[in-house]
C-alpha cells in the first residue's frame, strides 16, 4: 500500500476500514501512547532523581562540623584502601590495570558505607544553593571540611600501610611521582576537570539509582576510570603522593604535592560544577526548578511565620 492509500485510510470513518487497516491504525495508536508513557516515565524520574538530590544536598549543608568531619575522615580512610590495594597489586603484578580493578575496592567500601569525599559534594549541594538561593558561605564550610577531612583519614591509612608493609617503597613512588612531574599546566588541569566529571557524573547516576547492584557498578567504572590514566583528582592523587612522600625517598617534595593537588581541586570543580552540574540542571529544566524554588520559598515563610 503506497503512501497516498494509506493517507486515505487513516482519513476514513473506522466503520468503511477494513480489519487489515483498523489492526495497523490501532497497533499506531498503542505505539503512541507507549512512545508517551516511556517519555512521561524518563521525565518523572528525572524529576525524582532531582528531588532527592535536593533532599541530600540540604542534609550536607547543614550538618554539624564534627558530623562532616567524621564523614569525611572515614571518607579518606576508605579510599586509602583502595590506595592499598592499588600498590600491592600493581608491586605482585606490574599491571597498572589490574591495579585500577583493585582500586575499585576503596570506592565499593565508599558507596557501601555512605561515606563520602570532597568531590561527591559538588551536584547535590551545589544544586541545592543555585535553585533554593541559598548562602554560598555554608557550601564553602562543606567543602573545606571535607577536603581537609579527606586528606586526614586518608593520611592516616595510607601511612599505616607505608609503615606495616614492607616492598612498596618503590611501588608508591612510581605511582605518586605521576602527579608533580606533570605540573601546572593545560594537561594536568585537563586530567582535573575529566576526574571532576567523572566523579560528578557518579554522584548524579547514583542518587538516579536507588538500586544497589546499579550504585555499585557506577562505582567500579568511576575508580577504573581515575585510577587507570590516570585522571588527576585532589584526593586519590594527594593520597598516592603521601604514599610516595612516605618512604622518605620521593623525588618531590611536600610543597611540590600541594601545588598540584590545589591544580587538582581547581580541575575537579570546574569539571563537576561548570560542565556536569551546570548541564544536569539544564537537562532538568526551568519548570522543575521554579517549582522547587516555589516550595522552598513557602517552607521558608512557614518557618519564618
Not at 492509500?5 to 476514513?12: I, L, P, W, Y
Not at 567500579?220 to 610516595?244: D, I, Q
Amino acid at each position: 500500500m503506497d503512501s497516498t492509500s494509506q493517507r486515505s485510510s487513516d482519513e476514513r470513518p473506522s466503520s468503511e476500514l477494513t480489519s487489515e487497516e483498523r489492526e495497523r491504525l490501532d497497533g499506531r495508536a498503542e505505539q503512541a501512547r507507549q512512545d508517551d508513557a516511556v517519555e512521561e516515565s524518563a521525565d518523572i524520574q528525572l524529576s525524582r532523581a532531582f528531588h532527592r538530590s535536593l533532599i541530600s544536598g540540604e542534609e550536607r549543608l547543614h550538618r554539624s562540623l564534627p558530623n562532616m568531619s567524621a564523614t569525611g575522615v572515614v571518607g579518606g580512610m576508605d579510599v586509602g584502601i583502595g590506595v592499598l590495594a592499588l600498590l600491592v597489586v600493581k608491586e605482585a603484578t606490574g599491571s597498572q590495570m589490574l591495579a585500577s580493578l583493585a582500586f575499585a575496592s576503596g570506592f565499593i567500601i565508599l558507596t557501601l558505607a555512605r561515606s563520602e569525599l570532597f568531590t561527591e559534594n559538588f551536584m547535590m549541594p551545589v544544586t541545592v544553593v543555585l535553585t533554593e538561593r541559598r548562602d554560598g558561605l555554608a557550601l564553602l564550610r562543606l567543602w573545606a571540611t571535607t577536603l581537609v577531612s579527606n586528606w586526614l583519614g586518608g593520611a592516616l591509612l595510607v601511612g599505616l600501610v607505608m609503615t606495616s608493609i614492607q616492598g612498596l617503597d618503590a611501588t608508591a613512588i612510581e605511582v605518586g611521582r605521576h602527579y608533580p612531574e606533570m605540573g601546572i599546566g593545560w594537561v594536568s588541569f585537563a586530567g582535573g576537570i575529566l576526574g571532576g566529571v567523572v566523579i560528578t557524573l557518579m554522584t548524579w547516576i547514583q542518587r538516579a539509582n536507588r538500586d544497589m547492584l546499579a550504585q555499585l557498578a557506577i562505582a567500579v567504572v568511576t575508580a577504573f576510570l581515575l585510577a587507570a590514566p590516570p585522571l588527576n583528582h585532589s584526593v586519590v592523587g594527594s593520597l598516592e603522593m603521601m604514599g610516595a612522600l612516605f618512604t622518605g625517598h620521593a623525588p618531590f617534595g611536600w610543597i611540590d604535592a600541594l601545588g598540584a593537588v590545589a591544580w587538582a581541586v581547581l580541575g575537579n570543580v570546574v569539571g563537576g560544577v561548570g560542565l556536569v552540574t551546570v548541564l544536569r540542571l539544564v537537562q532538568v529544566g526551568p519548570d522543575t526548578i521554579r517549582s522547587e524554588q516555589h516550595h522552598a520559598d513557602r517552607a521558608h515563610e512557614i518557618r519564618q511565620g
